[in-house]
Every structure is written in structure tokens, then in C-alpha cells.
């Protein structure tokens, strides 16, 4: 079995937590699910755990943002670089998403066309119709999404992988073993529409309509199956 470790950068709300559990504990469950476990390291709080014995890890998403330049998540990034030189499997999502992208040389920002909130179509590239890991997705799957900030230039030799109309780097691939999605595949229905729940004036501020967007939500387990692959990707290959 893979050792995993997830890189927690931030909560949820405390009502998502109280009623579904923390960006975390949706990770392991779907994980525990499929019989893989993971351990948990606060990169808030705690200090930069050693990276031998580890064979993948997840960076979770957030309500911090990349541009802040926050103390902790600068010191992540040559963590993350060191990782990505070991050969470490990786997947950032959504703030994870956009912090291995700052990490290895993009910019991460404000999105200039806003918020991208619920349920939304995302397509791969035909980079990602072969790539090992977003290659075993459909086509086009429905995502759960929820964010201010985006990857507005991915790194030279970042690989795009999906996209979308509200995003152009919806998926990266940075090396053989290392992505990162800008989607949720670790958000049910249930926690999706209690995050639109959250932003219904800051959706109708650029003219959304957050209940209408919550109609619109579905499950999306074609997303969701992105972290069981992972973690058969991270015990499949030897790190270098």
C-alpha cells in the first residue's frame, strides 16, 4: 500500500465541517473507501515533514489565497519543488492546484472573469486524452468547482490537460508523477450546494444566480474517481 500524505492548506466551513467534515476528511473517505488510508499534515501549523518513506501526496484546497503570499504556503514551495525532484506522486487541488503551479514557475491570480462556483463541464486536452491518469476520465466530466483564483500562466513545460470555458488550466502535469486539478473531486453534491449557499451575494455581484446554480448540481463520480487512480498511481511506480 502507498503511503499518502495529505498537505492540508485551510478548513471548510465550519458548517460543511460540522455536517459533512473538513476538505480532509472527504479526501480519506473516499480513499478509505476503496482501501487506501492517509495521513494528514497541517501545513498551517506544523512543521515540513521529512519526504522519505512517502510515496504521494495531496495538497487540499483552501480559503487562502495563492497571490497573499502567506508564510507557510511560500515555505511550501520548495518543499514542493524537492517532491516533484524525488519523483513524489502529486496532486494539488484547487488551492493545491494553484500552489504547485506558483511552486514550479506559473502565476496564480485572480481569475479575471470572477468566481467559478458549482457544478460545471470539463473537457480534456488531447494531452490529457493520453496522459496516465486524467486519460482513464471521459472526455468531457462534470466537476464540482469553487474559486476566486486560477493558474493564469502555467509553467514552461507544464503539460495542460483539461480545460474548460471559464479556465484554461483546469488540469496540469508537471512531471511523470506530478498534477494538479483546479476542480473539487473530493466534493459530494451535499457540499457543493452548502458552498453556493455561502456566495450567494458574491455570485449575484457578477450576476449569478447561486440558486439557480445549485438546481443545477449533480454528483460527479467520474471527478471522484481521479483520487482512487492517484493513489494506484502513487504505489504503482519506484520514486527516483
Not at 88 to 116: D, I, K, N, T
Not at 123 to 130: A, D, K, N, V
Not at 187 to 211: C, E, I, N, S
Request: hydrophobic letters at 40%.
Amino acid at each position: 500500500m502507498p503511503r499518502l500524505l495529505i498537505v492540508k492548506t485551510g478548513d471548510a466551513f465550519p458548517e460543511v465541517i460540522d455536517q459533512y467534515g473538513d476538505f480532509e476528511g472527504l479526501f480519506r473517505e473516499t480513499l478509505t473507501g476503496a482501501g487506501f488510508a492517509a495521513e494528514v499534515f497541517d501545513a498551517r501549523h506544523e512543521p515540513l515533514p521529512d519526504l522519505a518513506g512517502i510515496d504521494g501526496l495531496i495538497i487540499t484546497g483552501s480559503h487562502a489565497m495563492v497571490s497573499d503570499e502567506e508564510p507557510w504556503s511560500e515555505s511550501l514551495k520548495p518543499w514542493l519543488v524537492a517532491a516533484r525532484e524525488r519523483n513524489l506522486a502529486m496532486l494539488g487541488v484547487c488551492y493545491g492546484h494553484q500552489l504547485m503551479a506558483a511552486a514550479f514557475g506559473g502565476v496564480s491570480g485572480y481569475h479575471p472573469s470572477g468566481r467559478e462556483s458549482g457544478t460545471h463541464e470539463v473537457t480534456l486536452t488531447e494531452s490529457g486524452h493520453e496522459d496516465p491518469l486524467l486519460g482513464r476520465l471521459p472526455g468531457h466530466f462534470p466537476a464540482q468547482l469553487t474559486h476566486a483564483q486560477s493558474v493564469l500562466k502555467a509553467p514552461s513545460g507544464a503539460v495542460v490537460l483539461a480545460r474548460n470555458t471559464h479556465d484554461a488550466h483546469q488540469a496540469l502535469r508537471y512531471g511523470p508523477r506530478q498534477w494538479s486539478v483546479q476542480f473539487h473531486p473530493e466534493f459530494t453534491p451535499a457540499v457543493m450546494r452548502a458552498y453556493l449557499a455561502r456566495q450567494v451575494d458574491k455570485l449575484r455581484d457578477q450576476g449569478q444566480d447561486a440558486h439557480a446554480l445549485m438546481r443545477r448540481v449533480i454528483d460527479t463520480p467520474e471527478a471522484r474517481s481521479l483520487l482512487v487512480h492517484f493513489a494506484e498511481a502513487a504505489g504503482q511506480h519506484p520514486k527516483r
